[in-house]
């Protein structure tokens, strides 16, 4: 079974940058596509960016396009999203998800099999 853990979260100030980083482990991580997500307290989960397996391509939303990045080192089974130029808006609590079912859309949460337990970002004015 695999598992995903987020670690990096915490507090900025708006222009702020923050790393978070999603660690996979289990028997077929390295293969999987993986996604991250955010939520807000009374919100819908939302997409915010996606990473193939092989890490070729990455897709976001346009709330985040040009602000943050997400790479991954598959060496390590380690997913990164780094965020920059934050935004007040941006605080939410963010997961990552991985095991995309085939065919089914990057940017749906019900695409994804795993998810992480999600860790708090906290943007100030």
């Known amino acids: 079974q695999e598992q995903l853990v987020e670690s990096g979260g915490g507090s900025a100030q708006a222009g702020g940058s923050l790393r978070l980083t999603c660690s996979a482990s289990?028997?077929?991580?390295?293969?999987?596509?993986l996604g991250w997500f955010r939520q807000e307290a009374a919100g819908d989960r939302e997409f915010v960016a996606a990473?193939?397996?092989?890490?070729?391509?990455?897709f976001y939303a346009d709330s985040v396009k040009g602000r943050f990045t997400v790479s991954r080192e598959s060496a390590n089974n380690t997913v990164y999203l780094q965020m920059s130029n934050l935004k007040p808006e941006d605080t939410a609590v963010y997961y990552c998800?991985?095991?995309?079912?085939?065919?089914?859309?990057?940017?749906?949460?019900?695409?994804?099999?795993?998810w992480g337990k999600g860790i708090k970002v906290n943007v100030s004015s």
């Open positions: 998800a991985a095991d995309r079912r085939s065919g089914s859309s990057y940017r749906a949460p019900a695409s994804y099999e795993i």
């Open positions: 289990g028997r077929s991580s390295r293969s999987l596509d």
């Open positions: 990473i193939t397996w092989g890490g070729g391509s990455s």
